[in-house]
């Protein structure tokens, strides 16, 4: 980090943002399937701790769910929607905020959740939900606000993207591994309660891993453009956080949950999107630097929050 940074101010007169829509970053045939591989583990891994029984605290504590539901499935992709309206950036870009937007959350929402003394069980209810509905929302939600803007709707145009192929790799990626891990939960409980022990810590190391993959062979592009993501980045992730965060307190929610909001709609299935990029949008520059370094940082800010409530 500290020879990262001098590089960047060095270079922030030079770098031009427009740049990034042509951009692509080299990731071969066979870092896709390992990073295909690895997600479907972390989706696997945060399945054995759910239960049918997760599905049936929704409906029995309605409030808090749909209100999970609203901050991250609405909005937070009208707020990232209203975020490029007003930043502007360059359309690649804006298309990586907007898969992030309506991704999942993230695999680590529960640990989190769990650090900032929020209410657990509201959290591992919506990961569940929100994991399994992904399947048709995640595709549904990003052609819907990327076709509302503009230099997005006419880089999907270009790019031809099928909304029913994406549709099937989310199921195939997320799905599968999710069904497994709550199959594998009700017939073998105690041999998922040991795995899942070693799969929950694993899973922040196996994406760390495929962002390291992400950026090993572009780290020049990487430090090139890292001062103009990292305060979109910035500004998107705080958007998110507050979203969860003013949905719970308008609300009245108790504490508990309102802290259980703001993780779930602040920590996102980043490494969804990136495996989405690279099979669908060749590696968008754009697309693939921002949603890599929102998986680093939704980290930070997550482990930031989730430990200040805790020390509270």
Not at 198 to 203: D, H, K, N
Not at 298 to 307: F, P, R, Y
Request: aromatic share 12%.
């Amino acid at each position: 980090m500290i020879l990262i940074f001098p590089t960047i101010w060095r270079n922030r007169k030079t770098v031009n943002p427009t740049n990034l829509d042509s951009v692509r970053l080299n990731f071969s045939q066979g870092d896709l399937l390992l990073l295909n591989l690895a997600l479907a583990l972390i989706m696997y891994g945060v399945a054995l701790d759910l239960k049918w029984s997760d599905f049936q605290y929704l409906v029995k504590n309605p409030k808090g769910f749909f209100l999970g539901l609203l901050s991250q499935f609405i909005l937070l992709p009208l707020l990232t929607y209203l975020l490029v309206l007003t930043i502007q950036p360059p359309p690649s870009v804006a298309l990586g905020m907007f898969l992030v937007a309506a991704c999942p959350g993230g695999n680590v929402s529960n640990f989190l959740t769990s650090l900032a003394k929020g209410n657990s069980a509201l959290s591992v209810s919506l990961t569940a939900f929100s994991s399994s509905s992904s399947l048709f929302l995640t595709p549904l939600n990003f052609a819907l606000w990327a076709g509302l803007y503009a230099p997005t709707a006419l880089m999907l145009k270009e790019i031809s993207l099928d909304t029913v192929d994406v549709l099937v790799t989310v199921g195939l990626i997320l799905g599968i591994p999710l069904f497994l891990g709550i199959l594998t939960r009700q017939k073998l409980p105690r041999f998922a309660e040991k795995t899942s022990k070693i799969l929950r810590p694993l899973s922040i190391l196996i994406f760390a891993a495929f962002v390291v993959i992400a950026f090993a062979g572009n780290f020049s592009l990487f430090i090139q453009y890292i001062q103009l993501i990292f305060l979109w980045v910035l500004a998107h992730n705080l958007v998110a956080l507050l979203a969860g965060y003013i949905t719970g307190k308008i609300a009245r929610l108790p504490l508990a949950d309102i802290k259980t909001l703001t993780i779930e709609t602040g920590i996102q299935n980043s490494g969804l999107g990136l495996v989405l990029i690279f099979t669908y949008f060749d590696g968008l520059g754009g697309m693939a630097i921002i949603t890599a370094w929102w998986g680093i940082w939704h980290l930070i800010s997550g482990l930031g929050v989730a430990t200040f409530w805790n020390s509270k």
